[in-house]
């Protein structure tokens, strides 16, 4: 079983048992804000002390989600969260407009 993904500028994602392939520029977009959101979950989950990567809620904000949003978050817990609400709204905005087919 397969499912496929067209999203609105015409770039793919295609799910298969054991792995996907994401090809063109809006499914990297999404495959990028998905993790940054991870990022910043496990950040904010576990209270700043521990982080996907060194330094990876900072640098997946400033390296992903402010590019996209055209904001900047403050360093503190507050801009993180505010960060990782933005994120899952594009992440939202991006599937909402995709056509998903299933095999």
């Not at 998905?34 to 904010?44: D, H, M, Q, R, V």
């Not at 709204?89 to 407009?97: F, K, Q, S, T, V």
Request: aromatic letters at 8%; one cysteine or more; glycine letters at 8%.
């Amino acid at each position: 079983m397969s499912t496929e993904v067209l999203y609105a500028d015409g770039s793919m994602a295609e799910f298969r048992d054991g792995g996907a392939l994401h090809s063109g520029p809006l499914a990297i977009t999404r495959l990028r804000l998905l993790t940054a959101k991870s990022a910043l979950e496990i950040y904010i989950k576990h209270d700043g002390k521990f982080q996907l990567t060194r330094n990876g809620a900072q640098l997946a904000i400033r390296n992903v989600i402010e590019p996209l949003t055209g904001l900047t978050y403050k360093r503190s817990m507050n801009g993180k969260k505010a960060a990782l609400e933005d994120c899952i709204y594009l992440i939202w905005a991006i599937e909402n407009d995709a056509v998903v087919y299933n095999d």
